[in-house]
Nanobody, 123 residues
């Protein structure tokens, strides 16, 4: 129900745009988010956008460099990543269906997950 794409191998300072295609069931009325898991690390929050008002949230490590957006008509959520750094290397996962009683930065707050797309940033 969630299909992430757009990953690849880039150099430090480059940009990438990730997309997550959703089905009608997972896009309608749901907040959407991105997490990532780097080598040897736990999965961490990257960004989220709410269904109502399209409010956005970002991890401190990506603020000012990454932008999350959603296209409800196309049923996609995108993550524009600029000024990429080697430490951004990770598998990026999209998520949907936020439990609004929990922080969007917590994995357990999300009900649906995509399969992940690899982003590798070389120095």
């Amino acid at each position: 129900q969630l299909q992430a794409s757009g990953g690849g191998l880039v150099q430090a300072g480059d940009s990438l745009r990730l997309s997550c295609a959703t089905s009608r069931r997972t896009s309608s009325g749901y907040s959407m988010g991105w997490f990532r898991q780097g080598p040897g690390k736990e999965r961490e929050f990257v960004a989220a956008v709410t269904w109502i008002g399209s409010r956005t949230y970002y991890a401190d490590s990506v603020k000012g460099r990454f932008t999350i957006s959603r296209d409800n008509a196309a049923k996609t959520v995108n993550l524009q990543m600029n000024s990429l750094r080697p430490e951004d290397t990770a598998v990026y996962y999209c998520a949907a269906q936020l439990d609004n009683s929990k922080s969007p930065m917590v994995e357990s707050a999300w009900g649906y997950w995509g399969q992940g797309t690899q982003v590798t940033v070389s120095s």
